[in-house]
Nanobody, 125 residues
Framework: QVQLVESGGGSVQAGGSLRLSCTAF????????MGWFRQAPGKEREGVAA????????HYADSVKGRFTISQDNAKHTVYLQMNSLKPEDTAMYYC??????????????????WGQGTQVTVSS
């Protein structure tokens, strides 16, 4: 049974920072991929960032490039999303995702098999 547990959401003012964490349980952590998606009310779920363990590569949505950083701690089976220079438009529920394949499309939620419960990020102006 794969379980993804997120933490680190909250409320901040524009320009502030938050760090989200996602710890994987019951999941073959290495050689696969994990990512972060977000969904604002009335909008579709969108890919934010992804990390591919086999090649140690990352992908970012254009809207977060230069502000967000995805990283991993293999020993802790945890992936982080450091979010700096937050904007009100970053307000959303953020979801951690994982998959057993070496590559899942970072912008296609249906490509990912496992999901966390979500953590809310609210950025006020």
């Amino acid at each position: 049974q794969v379980q993804l547990v997120e933490s680190g959401g909250g409320s901040v003012q524009a320009g502030g920072s938050l760090r989200l964490s996602c710890t994987a349980f019951g999941y073959v952590y290495s050689g696969n991929c994990m990512g972060w998606f977000r969904q604002a009310p009335g909008k579709e779920r969108e890919g934010v960032a992804a990390i591919y363990f086999a090649g140690n590569s990352t992908h970012y949505a254009d809207s977060v490039k230069g502000r967000f950083t995805i990283s991993q701690d293999n020993a802790k089976h945890t992936v982080y999303l450091q979010m700096n220079s937050l904007k009100p438009e970053d307000t959303a529920m953020y979801y951690c995702a994982a998959d057993d394949s070496y590559y899942s499309d970072p912008v296609t939620p249906s490509d990912w098999n496992y999901w966390g419960q979500g953590t809310q990020v609210t950025v006020s102006s």
